[in-house]
């Protein structure tokens, strides 16, 4: 009887050690799991690695950014020192792991960015701003970190090519608008051209999305931008009436005798004759306190200034 007693207590703890052994490794392999996901979060995201860890811990980590931004700098750059280190021994051990950890939390990123673009503009562009300065400053400083960080980055990637090809075609557009502004004023429309077939097939009002519960159709950033562009351009070809733009006859005209570009009637004009927006008279300043010859009629008329203008 004391024999099995004893054979039944040493199961016992036997089945009670490796179950608590079990327990140790399951622990064990979630805090690994759970540092895995941390490390991810704030390798891959960069300055955006105040959120990994908990609403709790990203509190205390915005609270310190707003206290000492020099302390939170320093926290920072240790934690993303530590987590590319649990990084790299994963892409050793684990690549598929590592390459599937990485797209993910590049998603993950890019929704967050996109977020940050729609609710906060002035936010999104200052971190843009900065996040191309210290790209340019990587390039130039280190070409090798910057190409492995182009490598590690995709999306990133991707994005900095089309930035470099916008720029080399700005740069020849600006060449191109001193040397031949017709050509370049050609070119220019027929970019516009081809943005618009391009939209046209769009079947969403002003070939945007719908956004809202009531539908939002205000024209896309680029349409906007296109018809701003061609209402500059035939501003400065004569403008909305032949001749009065800055380039036109009559703006020249007026452009000589008042040393200054003329946009049309409305800003600055010679001598007024009564009609309605005629211009300012011949006076220096577009406030009417010093006109020059009046019209048919005074102030209202805009022919002469309020004060000096004669009746």
């Known amino acids: 009887m004391d024999t099995r007693k ?53 509190e205390a980590l915005g609270k310190l950014r707003q206290e000492n931004p020099e302390e939170f700098q320093r926290v920072i750059a240790q934690k993303k020192s530590r987590a590319k280190e649990r990084l790299n021994k994963l892409k050793e051990k684990d690549p598929s792991k590592y390459e599937e950890l990485r797209d993910r939390f590049e998603e993950k990123r890019f929704e967050r960015t996109k977020e940050l673009r729609e609710k906060s503009p002035e936010e999104f562009e200052t971190r843009m701003k900065d996040r191309v300065r210290r790209l340019e400053e990587m390039k130039e400083n280190n070409p090798e970190k910057f190409q492995e960080f182009m490598n590690e980055h995709p999306r990133v990637a991707q994005n900095w090519e089309r930035r470099e090809e916008r720029l080399k075609e700005r740069t020849e557009m600006r060449r191109l608008r001193e040397e031949d502004p017709e050509e370049f004023r050609r070119l220019k429309r027929e970019k516009r051209e081809e943005r618009r077939q391009e939209r046209s097939g769009d079947e969403s009002g002003f070939g945007g999305e719908k956004r809202g519960e009531r539908g939002d159709f205000r024209r896309p950033i680029e349409e906007r931008d296109d018809r701003r562009e061609e209402r500059r351009d035939r501003m400065e070809d004569g403008g909305p009436r032949e001749g009065f733009g800055r380039r036109g006859p009559e703006g020249e005209r007026r452009a000589e005798r008042f040393g200054r570009p003329n946009r049309g009637e409305s800003s600055w004009g010679g001598p007024g004759n009564g009609r309605a927006r005629q211009g300012y008279g011949e006076g220096r300043r577009m406030n009417r306190q010093e006109g020059g010859p009046g019209g048919a009629r005074h102030g209202q008329s805009n022919g002469g200034g309020r004060h000096d203008g004669p009746r």
């Open 6 to 58: 004893q054979g039944s207590g040493r199961t016992l703890k036997i089945f009670l050690s490796v179950l608590t052994s079990l327990l140790f490794v399951m622990s064990s392999e979630r805090l690994y799991a759970q540092e895995s996901g941390s490390a991810g979060e704030e390798a891959f995201q960069g300055e955006d690695a105040t959120q990994s860890g908990g609403e709790g811990r990203a």
